[in-house]
Nanobody, 113 residues
Framework: QVQLVESGGGLVQAGGSLRLSCAAS????????MGWYRQAPGKQRELVAHITSGGSSNYVDSVKGRFTISRDNDKNTVYLQMNSLKPEDTAVYYC???????WGQGTQVTVSS
């Protein structure tokens, strides 16, 4: 079955960095686009970044220039490098196989001011 396992979340001070990883199994990873979403308390889940199977990426405006999505098809893993973190980036971050109902369990990111 399909499994997505996120890791790399944690507590960081504003201005700091974290790198999230999402390891996929049970799918032909290289043919799928992947997305990173986040959900803050009391808010709807929002798309943060997306990467196509070919490696093209796009981002929500609030993270442009600070976050970078990448993928390693040999490791079946998608990454989200998050720099210059802000308290408003605090959320549970989820990875998703694009246009499917496959989601990871989420990893908590907390940015203190």
């Amino acid at each position: 079955q399909v499994q997505l396992v996120e890791s790399g979340g944690g507590l960081v001070q504003a201005g700091g960095s974290l790198r999230l990883s999402c390891a996929a199994s049970g799918i032909m990873f290289r043919i799928y686009g992947m997305g990173w979403y986040r959900q803050a308390p009391g808010k709807q889940r929002e798309l943060v970044a997306h990467i196509t199977s070919g490696g093209s990426s796009n981002y929500v405006d609030s993270v442009k220039g600070r976050f970078t999505i990448s993928r390693d098809n040999d490791k079946n893993t998608v990454y989200l490098q998050m720099n210059s973190l802000k308290p408003e980036d605090t959320a549970v971050y989820y990875c998703n196989v694009w246009s499917t109902s496959f989601w990871g369990q989420g990893t908590q990111v907390t940015v203190s001011s």
